[in-house]
């Protein structure tokens, strides 16, 4: 009976000292990141997981206890990657960005973020794994755009595709006549950090916007004359479809991190536009009768019409620096300009012109 007994106490005395070693074993040393349901989020040490709690060991609170439940994910961070100094950056929701143009690095769950630009504001949304959604506006909310982005990840983590659109419409401008949409893809190159991106897109403008003189069907319109007063007919007026402008976009563009919280941004695109148009002509004259001098009916000649082409290559130029004051906050300025030259030519006559003019620009990323 006491070789029972002190069998037991034995085993039990072995099992407490088992599971004291396992409280304060260093055995994993890896960082990891532990975000909670109500998107509060620690960096620490496991340094035990009983199944129901993980006593996380982290450099601001010490030692804490956090429930099981209440986790939403436990992920491996590096030190060397994922900090900058002493302070934790992650992936970054603001490194999906460059200036206008994205990559190909999808948004993380739970990674929303807004910038505010001089023209106006944006708001980008992670609806899933690798699919995010955004709204684009001016500071009078029209004209408005929907924006679509899909990442699509490979074996090598340093390479990525995607895809994305942009659609727009005028809004309450015009009566929101006006559309347009870009639709692209994208090959991402490198990390979060450091990398570069090449895209080819497709986009369309039309303005809604009716250009030149009114014209109306052609034909002979009576004049009459009630109770002393000139009546003059009603003419007919012909509307014409607003011309859409075509451009293929070339886009490269680039990050590199050169400081602690300093980055360089690139973004450049090449624009080939071309719009057809027609510039109409037409007689529009009153009649007087060559007796009594009175008018006697209004002249609409036929319309005259000349197709005007016009091809241009605009390079929209945007380098700038980015200051990343935390995790949840990044300052940008670019200083961008465009540089073009177009020709347009009608029948046999060709003109041709270049410009440039700087557009600057400001942005305030901030995560939510």
Not at 58 to 64: A, D, F, P, Q, V
Not at 114 to 128: C, I, K, Q, R
Not at 272 to 284: A, H, L, T
Request: glycine letters at 10%; proline letters at 4%.
């Amino acid at each position: 009976m006491k070789k029972r007994l002190t069998l037991l106490v034995f085993l039990f005395v072995a099992f407490q000292w088992n599971e004291v070693i396992a409280q304060v074993s260093p055995g994993d040393t890896n960082l990891y990141r532990v975000v909670k349901y109500n998107n509060q989020e620690y960096i620490g040490r496991i340094l035990s997981d009983d199944g129901r709690e993980v006593l996380l060991e982290t450099s601001s609170l010490g030692k804490i206890y956090i429930v099981k439940a209440d986790i939403e994910s436990i992920t491996i961070i590096h030190r060397e990657i994922d900090f900058v100094g002493d302070e934790y950056r992650g992936t970054g929701v603001f490194t999906t960005r460059y200036q206008f143009s994205t990559n190909a690095f999808p948004l993380q769950k739970h990674e929303n973020y807004a910038l505010v630009n001089l023209y106006g504001p944006e708001v980008h949304f992670s609806v899933s794994k690798n699919l995010s959604v955004g709204v684009m506006a001016t500071w009078i909310a029209s004209p408005i755009v929907l924006a679509l982005k899909y990442s699509i990840p490979t074996r090598n983590e340093k390479l990525n595709f995607g895809f994305g659109t942009l659609l727009g419409s005028a809004g309450y401008l015009n009566q929101g006549k006006g559309y347009g949409g870009l639709h692209w893809g994208m090959a991402t190159y490198g990390d979060r950090k450091n990398n570069v991106t090449l895209s080819l897109g497709y986009s369309y403008l039309n303005t809604g916007i009716q250009s030149g003189e009114a014209m109306y069907e052609s034909g002979t319109y009576p004049i009459t004359l009630t109770n002393g007063y000139w009546g003059f007919a009603n003419l007919t007026p012909i509307n014409f479809k607003t011309p859409t402008i075509k451009a293929p976009i070339l886009g490269i563009a680039g990050i590199a991190s050169v400081g602690k919280k300093a980055s360089f941004v690139f973004d450049m695109m090449f624009i080939f536009g071309k719009k057809v148009e027609e510039n109409r002509s037409q007689i529009y004259q009153y009649v007087y009768d060559p007796i009594t001098g009175d008018p006697s009916h209004t002249y609409v000649g036929p319309i005259n019409s000349v197709t005007q082409t016009t091809n241009s290559i605009n390079c929209l130029i945007m380098p700038g620096m980015r200051f990343q004051k935390s995790e949840n906050q990044a300052f940008q300025i670019s200083l961008a300009g465009v540089i073009g030259y177009s020709t347009t030519q009608v029948s046999s006559q060709l003109t041709s012109k270049r410009y440039s003019f700087p557009v600057p620009m400001c942005t305030w990323f901030y995560k939510f």
